[in-house]
């Protein structure tokens, strides 16, 4: 099997197993929305930003060092996993145990402090199973964490709806994600026996080298957090928890479409160690290309979708009471776009070992980007916040594409980038001529998205961005 094909066989059944995860998510959200109402809704986003916190700090990079350590010539996968792993219950552990003991002396209502203790537990689950998604990228069988995935937030959304009719509040719906994520993080473990059997372990060598490994990582993913989740916490200080539910919902959709990027690049970036370390720059550029036409295909059409048809998706998912989240969504869709540009050369920093360089730029974006919060959310609300999203991403990505360019040599082609600009924009002018048009119900909305996808993928094939040779090197048998 070819490395494209490898790469796209892999991304599909992963984003196969993320489809079907995220429509339990999203029949999640709808429920959870509908039985809580904006203000509770605002309250559960507040405890989740706040574990979310948490549980970053908790990761300390070793995801990504694993990732980047076992993927290199002769690891000794089984030891390295079982040592992070380790390592990992430790700092998760210790950051849950002191968000916990911080939210007492928040000025946030007791329902929410409640929802924070028990939500601790839910993501202590959660984050220590992605300890193991490196295994799973290295050997491309990616197929198994997303079908823990999706098995986990069906049972979620199971006891959400059976919560929703006999006891719809914050904390017991939180209750359902620590079931949820326990399946989870055990799926996972079980999963992994096959290709490097984990277990507890410390060697004091192997951990010196991964945290030598991760500061770097850790300290970027800390000022990372001041500029992706200190909006809502910047909000909860000044805005009501309607607002925040409101902005937390459209938030949600953003963090379901974001993690399209995140999963491509989990493939890639073993490849991008390997190929690096042989210092093979022809096949490095020729992933990056792959990838940024990859992130351009998929990130175009959604920001076009989501600025006409962003007020009527939000109350589809949530409901009427959320037709505010749609404004929300507009702007941080196109925060979305850079971020999966943004993610594409972020875990290029990694794959290439520069993530030292890169600690600067995490250091100026948290800096100017806590500047605007405090200066646009009193003001401005949560239109402040999504706009200082929208600020903070263009600052990142930019730095990071700069760092990997000059690094790497690599010179992006961006003749495909232009074809999907022009496909989005004819396809945007369908959605603008079938939402003024047509009353949107929930039947036309979804009648609208579909032909609007074959007017871009038609388009697309016409003019080149996807050639029907590549399309039959990924479809074919082997």
């Known amino acids: ?29 709808a429920v959870l929305t509908r039985s809580l ?15 979310a916190i948490a549980g970053a700090l908790a990761d300390f990079g070793f995801t990504l060092t694993t990732t980047q350590m076992i993927s290199e010539e002769g690891a000794d996968e089984s030891k390295i996993v079982s040592n992070a ?44 199973s992605q300890m193991l ?66 277990r507890l372990a410390w060697d004091a060598k192997i951990i010196k080298a991964y945290i030598t490994r991760s500061w770097p990582i850790a300290i970027s993913i800390f000022f990372n957090l001041l500029y992706l989740k ?28 974001s993690v399209i990027p995140t999963m491509f690049m989990g493939l890639i970036l073993p490849l991008l160690v390997r190929e690096w370390s042989n210092k093979s720059s022809k096949k490095v550029h020729e992933l990056l290309q792959q990838a940024l036409d990859f992130f351009g295909l998929m990130g175009f059409p959604m920001l076009g979708g989501a600025l006409i048809l962003a007020t009527p998706i939000m109350t589809l998912i949530a409901g009427n009471e959320f037709a505010g989240s749609g404004p929300y969504l507009q702007i941080l869709m196109i925060a979305n776009t850079v971020v999966f540009f943004g993610v594409l050369f ?15 730029a995490y250091i100026i974006t948290a800096i100017v980007t806590t500047i605007l919060y405090l200066i646009t959310i009193p003001r401005f609300g949560a239109l402040g916040a999504a706009w200082s999203t929208v600020a903070a991403e263009i600052l990142i990505a930019t730095m990071t594409t700069s760092t990997v360019l000059y690094f790497t040599k690599f010179r992006p082609k961006l003749r495909n980038t232009f074809v999907y600009l022009i496909s989005t924009a004819l396809m945007t002018a369908f959605v603008w001529f079938g939402a ?14 579909t032909i609007a996808a074959i007017i871009y993928a038609l388009a697309v094939l016409a003019l080149g961005g996807v050639k029907r040779e590549t399309i ?7």
């Open 230 to 257: 200190g909006d809502i916490i910047f909000l909860s200080f000044y805005r009501d928890t309607a607002e925040i539910g409101l902005y937390g919902a459209a938030y949600k959709v953003l963090d379901v479409v």
């Open 346 to 360: 972020g875990h290029a920093i990694v794959g290439i070992n520069k993530q030292k360089f890169i600690l600067p």
């Open 472 to 478: 039959r090197l990924i479809t074919k048998r082997q």
């Open 1 to 29: 099997m070819s490395q494209l094909r490898s790469i796209a066989s892999n991304t599909i059944v992963q984003l196969v197993g993320r489809v079907i995860g995220t429509v339990f998510g999203i029949l999640t959200i």
């Open 436 to 449: 003024h048009n047509f009353e949107l119900t929930p039947f036309s909305l979804l009648s609208i998205i």
């Open 133 to 198: 998604i490196g295994v799973y990228q290295k050997h491309m069988a990616m197929w198994r964490p997303a079908a823990a995935e999706a098995v986990s937030r069906g049972l979620i959304f199971a006891i959400i709806i059976v919560l929703a009719k006999i006891s719809p509040t914050v904390p017991n719906m939180m209750g359902a994600f620590v079931v949820g994520n326990l399946l989870l993080l055990l799926l996972n473990v079980g999963f992994a026996q096959k290709y490097a059997p984990v």
């Open 37 to 51: 109402g904006a203000d509770g809704y605002g309250q559960f986003t507040l405890a989740i930003t706040f574990l």
């Open 85 to 128: 792993f380790t390592l990992r219950m430790i700092t998760g552990l210790t950051f849950f145990t002191l968000a916990v003991i911080v939210s007492m002396f928040m000025p946030y209502d007791a329902i929410v402090k409640l929802t924070i203790i028990i939500g601790s537990f839910s993501f202590f689950f959660m984050t220590s």
